[in-house]
């Protein structure tokens, strides 16, 4: 079993600044992907950047350029670098973990609220 727990959410103002924190524990072996989604209220999940354990980092396509996905393997953490914070980036940010395809685990989702 793997546990998945986020933090780094709250409330910021339009143009600024978030970092999320994702930290994964268990069964940890199994885990190649760490990434991050993001669900707005009456939208479906989507997803913003995920990154493998080499380093590999794939983002969702808007978001590259003001967010930066980043991994400590050593920590088995993830972190999100959210830069120029717009109002429809507001959504619950959900952490998963997984085999290469398949974020099988998924925290709790921390809220980020960006105000205009």
């Known amino acids: 079993q793997v546990h998945v727990v986020e933090s780094g959410g709250g409330l910021v103002q339009a143009g600024g600044s978030l970092r999320l924190s994702c930290a994964a524990s268990?069964?940890?072996?199994?885990?190649?992907?760490m990434g991050w989604y993001r669900q707005a209220p009456e939208k479906q999940r989507e997803l913003v950047a995920v990154?493998?354990?080499?380093?590999?980092?794939d983002y969702a396509g808007s978001e590259k350029g003001r967010f930066t996905i980043s991994r400590d393997n050593a920590k088995n953490t993830v972190y999100l670098q959210m830069n120029s914070l717009k109002p429809e980036d507001t959504a619950v940010y959900y952490c998963?973990?997984?085999?290469?395809?398949?974020?099988?685990?998924w925290g709790q989702g921390t809220q980020v609220t960006v105000s205009s």
């Open positions: 998963a973990a997984g085999p290469i395809g398949n974020p099988r685990y």
């Open positions: 268990g069964s940890i072996f199994s885990i190649n992907v």
């Open positions: 990154i493998s354990r080499s380093g590999r980092t």
